[in-house]
Nanobody, 121 residues
């Protein structure tokens, strides 16, 4: 079993900041990649940012320069620092990990339940 505990969502005014956290636990041997995705009402889920175990990052164009993803490998935790928030950033933010279990070469993906971020204008 894998558990992802997300925190940090909430209501913020435009221009403000929030920091999301996602802690992974359970039958995890290693985590290849961690990331954040979001889904706004009536829209498809989209990538926000990802980070590999080596620290390589990838961002959606819409958040570049405003959001920063980081991870603490010792704690199996990924963070998303969101600055200069805009109303269009309003969405449910989902944590995602790609991991392996001990004695397995299969990469598996797991999603968190999501945390709501609301940015008021």
């Amino acid at each position: 079993q894998v558990q992802l505990v997300e925190s940090g969502g909430g209501l913020v005014q435009a221009g403000g900041s929030l920091r999301l956290s996602c802690a992974a636990s359970g039958t995890i041997f290693s985590i290849n990649a961690m990331g954040w995705y979001r889904q706004a009402p009536g829209k498809q889920r989209e990538l926000v940012a990802t980070i590999t175990s080596g620290g390589s990052t990838n961002y959606a164009d819409s958040v570049k320069g405003r959001f920063t993803i980081s991870r603490d490998n010792a704690k199996n935790t990924v963070y998303l620092q969101m600055n200069s928030l805009k109303p269009e950033d309003t969405a449910v933010y989902y944590c995602n990990i790609v991991y392996r279990r001990r004695y397995s070469t299969d990469a598996m993906a797991y999603w968190g339940k999501g945390t709501l971020v609301t940015v008021s204008s």
